[in-house]
C-alpha cells in the first residue's frame, strides 16, 4: 500500500468512524469495498465503543437508527450527552466512568431499558429527562447519591424501575415512597419475584459479552482498502459531517 495514500486517509478520516470499523467490524473488512464497509457499519446493532478516550459523541450519523440496541460507551472522557435523542431504538446505553455532569437528550429514548451513568459528576437529577420505560438505572458513584431524598425520588418517579444502583426496587419501597399502587397491581402477590426475575433476563440479555478477541479486530488502518472513504475532509473551514446516507450516495460503487 502506498505509505502517502495512507498517511492521507488518517488525515482525512473522522476518527470515530475509524473507531468504529477498528473495534465493531472484523478483520477481514479490511479487503471490503468502501460501500461494503459502511453498510456492514450501518447494520451494528450492539457498538462497542468503550476505553477508547472519546471526549465527545459525534458519530450516531455513520449508525442506522433503526437497527442499533446497545451502546457500550463505558470508560471513556465524554462530558455531554449530544446525538443520542435519534437512537429510537436503543435498549442499552452504559455511560459509566466517564465526565458527565448533567443527563440530557435522553428522554425520547422510549425503549431504553437499561441506563449506567454510575461514576460520572452528576450532581442533579432530573428525573424528566430520563425515559419512563427504564426498568434498571445506575447512578451510584455521583455527587446527586449524596441527596437525602435521591433513592425515593427517583423510584417516585420513575414507575417502572425494577433495580437502581444495583438493589432491587419492591412493591413495599414503591409505596413508601409515594408510589401508588393500584389494585391490578396488588393483586399480584408474587410481583417482587417477578420483577426480580424480569430484571435478570434484561441483565442476561443486554450484558455486553465481547466474545471477539483484539487479535480478530483490524490491527492498523493501514490495512483498510485503498479507495479513499471521504468520511471529513482535513479543510481549514469547519463543515457539517455528513449524513451516512450521504456517505453512500457519495461512494462510486461502479
Known sequence: MNVDHSERRKKE????????????LPREAAEWSDKDVLDAVAKISHLQLDGESIDEIDFTQFIDEEILTNLYLQNNKIKQLNH???LCNLQ???LSNNEIEFV????????LVFLDLSNNFISHVDIDEFPQSLMILHLSGNPCCDNPDYRGRIIQDLQNLNELDGQPVGKEEQQECGFVITRSDDSDENDDADKSTKV????EKYTCTNKESKDSRIDSLDQLPDKELQLHGNNETDQEAPTSQGFLNSIDTS
Open 84 to 86: 443520542l435523542d435519534i
Open 13 to 24: 478520516w473522522l476518527p470515530s468512524m475509524m473507531l468504529i470499523i477498528k473495534r465493531n
Open 92 to 94: 442499552l446505553l452504559d
Open 104 to 111: 440530557e437528550n435522553i428522554s425520547k429514548l422510549h425503549q
Open 200 to 203: 435478570s433476563n434484561i441483565l
